[in-house]
Structure formats: structure tokens, C-alpha cells
């Protein structure tokens, strides 16, 4: 060896390498024994206390990313880490795939696009749209619905088989019900400034839908002094983001993992799913809390 033919102490020769000289005599030791280098795995005590409680949770929600099963377990009183509940997660073999992320990133960013000025609060934008649902022997069937921009309350999805204006109007009406039992005063009272009286509308944006254009919508919204009403750009979704988003949600995560029959039971597992998404599911753009939460807190 070179260090002995020098007649080099090992400390010495461990400094001429750059390397501490407890790393030197293992690696001698391993290269006389023709052991193996250790590479793991290493215990992980935190993470294997908890897999079975993280694993619990993925499989009640197993539509849901590490992040949110990290959000919902720390809203029930849980001290993980990300990073823990994604060990846990992996583990188990219960990670969503790779493009889950990236995909809705890509919708996050189209959304902030569509504003020069992000919504500061709730009642500031609501977000309508259509979204079809084909049952198993019950035809085709089209869900309406508002949701808010900044909190992302769904305040209800009107069910129908045709995407007139009248469905529109009705899901808008439906909208403004939630809205006001939520708050247990008119969503007129709402929009309106105490000092000076003047009405803040919520600003209605849809997509240039036939139903959203014609003047029966067009004339319901004028008798409604709290919206006012902007369409996107032709052919820019994105600007609905929001609102396509939470649609894709509801079918991704719930009506697609199972058999829907016809209309009433669509009516009834969209409802289930609403509470969810406002009551219990945990939102990332809003720091991991509920839209409930956010909604009656920020008002």
C-alpha cells in the first residue's frame, strides 16, 4: 500500500485524502472483509409509529395526495410532518402517480391568470359553469353550479338533463340561497355598504355557453343588483379554473370509483361529495383549511 510503503501514519494519510480517518479505517476494514458498503435501509422509529394511522386515512381518501392526507391529520390533532406522511404513504405503497401534482398545478396557474387583481375575500367572484355526467341507465345529465374563487365554497349543484338558461338561472338562485343561509341574511344585505349603501356585486364569471349568453340570463342578472356578470375569452377554460377544477374533483375522486345508476342517485353522491369537499377535504391553495372554514372566517 502506498500509506505503508511511505511509512505514513493513518491519521496523516486520512488528511492528505481529504476524508476523516473513520471513514478511511471502515473503508480499509469493508475492502478486507469483502463486505459490502451499508446503504439502509435505516430505522425510521417515527415513521413506522405512523404508517398504520397515515395508512387508515389514505385508504378512507384514496383519492387524495400525501399533502391533503398530511392537512386532514393534522386538523384531527395529529403531529406528522409532510415528509412522514409521505414515507408512510410510500411505504404502503399508497402515493398518488407523479403527473397528480403537475397537473393541477397547471390549472392553479391558468386560474391566477384570468385576474389583474386576485379576490381578496369571499363574495368577490363566483365562478359558474356546466359539467356533463353520463349514468349507467340513466342517460346523460348536466350539473350547474357556483362556487366561490377564494374560499372554493361550492354553494350547490343544480341537477338537470339540458344546459339552458333557465338551469343556469336556477343554479345561480341556488347559489345565492346557500349564500344567504350561511350568513342567515340576504346576500343583497351582504354586498351592501353599511356607511354608504352602495352595493359591491359579486362578479358571475362564466364560460360563452349559449345558456350564459342569451337574454333570459342576461335579464335575470340585471334584476340581481348584487352580481354582475363577465364571460372568459373564447376558448380559454382556464379562466374557470376554479370552477372546472372542483368539477374534476367530484369526478375524479368520487363519482368515477363507482356505478352510478340514474339521476337521483347522481343527485344524491354529488351532495355527499359537496359536504365533503366543504367540511372535511383539506385545500392546498388554502393553506391545507376547509372552504367552510375559510369562507365564515375571512367574510
Known amino acids: 500500500m502506498i500509506r505503508q510503503d511511505a511509512g505514513m501514519p493513518v491519521s496523516r494519510f486520512a488528511r492528505l485524502l481529504g476524508i476523516p480517518r473513520g471513514s478511511y479505517t471502515r473503508w480499509l476494514s469493508q475492502s478486507r472483509t469483502g463486505d459490502p458498503p451499508a446503504k439502509g435501509p435505516w430505522p425510521a422509529p417515527v415513521v413506522s409509529a405512523a404508517e398504520p394511522i397515515v395508512e387508515k386515512y389514505a385508504q378512507s381518501w384514496p383519492a387524495w395526495g400525501h399533502r391533503k392526507i398530511y392537512g386532514l391529520l393534522i386538523a384531527d390533532g395529529y403531529d406528522f410532518s409532510v415528509s412522514t406522511v409521505e414515507r408512510a404513504m410510500r411505504r404502503r405503497n399508497l402515493l398518488?402517480?407523479?403527473?397528480?401534482?403537475?397537473?393541477?398545478?397547471?390549472l392553479a396557474a391558468a386560474r391566477k391568470a384570468a385576474f389583474a387583481e386576485q379576490p381578496t375575500a369571499p363574495h368577490q367572484v363566483w365562478q359558474l359553469d356546466f359539467s356533463e355526467y353520463?349514468?349507467?341507465?340513466?342517460?346523460?345529465?348536466?350539473?350547474?353550479?357556483?362556487?366561490?374563487?377564494?374560499?372554493?365554497?361550492?354553494?350547490?349543484?343544480?341537477?338537470?338533463?339540458?344546459?339552458?338558461?333557465?338551469?343556469?338561472?336556477a343554479a345561480v338562485e341556488l347559489a345565492i340561497a346557500e349564500a344567504e343561509?350561511?350568513?342567515?341574511?340576504?346576500?343583497?344585505?351582504?354586498?351592501?355598504d353599511p356607511d354608504t349603501g352602495e352595493v359591491r356585486p359579486i362578479t358571475l364569471v362564466t364560460d360563452n355557453g349559449a345558456a350564459f349568453k342569451s337574454a333570459r340570463f342576461?335579464?335575470?342578472?340585471?334584476?340581481?343588483?348584487?352580481?354582475?356578470?363577465?364571460?372568459?375569452?373564447?376558448?380559454?377554460?382556464?379562466?374557470?379554473?376554479?370552477?372546472?377544477?372542483?368539477?374534476?374533483?367530484?369526478?375524479?375522486?368520487?363519482?368515477?370509483?363507482?356505478?352510478?345508476?340514474?339521476?337521483?342517485?347522481?343527485?344524491?353522491?354529488?351532495?355527499?361529495?359537496?359536504?365533503?369537499?366543504?367540511?372535511t377535504r383539506p385545500h392546498e391553495a388554502l393553506?391545507?383549511?376547509?372552504?367552510?372554514?375559510?369562507?365564515?372566517?375571512?367574510?
Open 96 to 106: 398518488q402517480p407523479v403527473t397528480y401534482q403537475r397537473q393541477r398545478r397547471q
Open 134 to 169: 353520463e349514468t349507467t341507465r340513466g342517460g346523460l345529465w348536466r350539473l350547474a353550479g357556483c362556487a366561490d374563487y377564494y374560499s372554493k365554497y361550492e354553494f350547490g349543484w343544480y341537477l338537470s338533463t339540458t344546459s339552458t338558461a333557465a338551469d343556469a338561472i
Open 181 to 192: 343561509r350561511l350568513a342567515q341574511r340576504s346576500l343583497l344585505e351582504q354586498q351592501t
Open 218 to 279: 342576461e335579464r335575470f342578472l340585471r334584476s340581481r343588483p348584487e352580481l354582475s356578470h363577465i364571460r372568459t375569452r373564447a376558448n380559454n377554460p382556464g379562466q374557470n379554473g376554479v370552477r372546472e377544477r372542483a368539477f374534476g374533483s367530484l369526478k375524479y375522486e368520487h363519482l368515477y370509483r363507482m356505478d352510478i345508476d340514474d339521476g337521483q342517485t347522481l343527485a344524491t353522491e354529488a351532495e355527499q361529495y359537496r359536504q365533503v369537499f366543504n367540511h
Open 287 to 299: 393553506g391545507l383549511r376547509r372552504p367552510t372554514d375559510v369562507h365564515q372566517q375571512d367574510q
